[in-house]
């Protein structure tokens, strides 16, 4: 089913472990990493980026799908954790892209942002004690840190345009 799907959401509220491990008890990680790795129109939100990942400090030793090569690590101390609220998310530009709605203690820092645009991902960034990867796309693949669903408009307009064009290899947003 994941194969033929038009669409996929992975969703994102939860621990990492657990939700590693549900994905591997339903017989749904390997269809969703193929899927994912070959570009076909995917949304991972929150947690669901962090799956997508090769791994977390929140499950230390555990393994994540490993179609984003970078590794989530538990936001900086002494920043207050959970990051919830609002976030500007920029482009490497001065100005933001837009804002956010965070709700997270574990991100990909800004250290692995460079091996994620080798790789070809498209990227945005945020800070809370440091930067961090906001979103990332390639292909159909749109993963965000943040909570597209709660952040307004700019959220409602990325999700729009990844609905209209999942497949189109552009990221969703335009600097």
């Not at 991902?121 to 909570?147: E, M, N």
């Not at 952040?151 to 307009?157: L, Q, V």
């Amino acid at each position: 089913d994941l194969a033929r799907a038009r669409r996929v959401v992975l969703p994102g509220v939860g621990a990492f472990a657990p939700g590693i491990a549900t994905l591997h008890r339903c017989d749904l990680a390997s269809a969703l990493r193929q899927r994912a790795l070959a570009g076909l129109p995917t949304l991972g939100v929150c947690l669901g980026l962090q799956l997508l990942c090769e791994g977390s400090d929140e499950d230390p030793g555990g393994r994540g799908l490993g179609v984003i090569p970078a590794r989530v690590r538990r936001l900086p101390r002494p920043v207050r954790v959970p990051n919830m609220g609002w976030c500007a998310v920029t482009n490497g530009g001065q100005q933001p892209a837009g804002h956010a709605y965070f709700a997270h203690s574990y991100a990909v820092p800004g250290t692995d942002l460079e091996r994620l645009r080798a790789s070809g991902w498209r990227v945005l960034t945020a800070d809370h004690g440091g930067p961090f990867l906001a979103a990332a796309s390639r292909g159909g693949v749109l993963a965000c840190q943040f909570h597209p669903e709660l952040s307004g408009a700019w959220g409602s307009r990325l999700l729009r345009a990844w609905l209209a064009d999942a497949a189109g290899g552009e990221a969703p947003w335009r600097p």
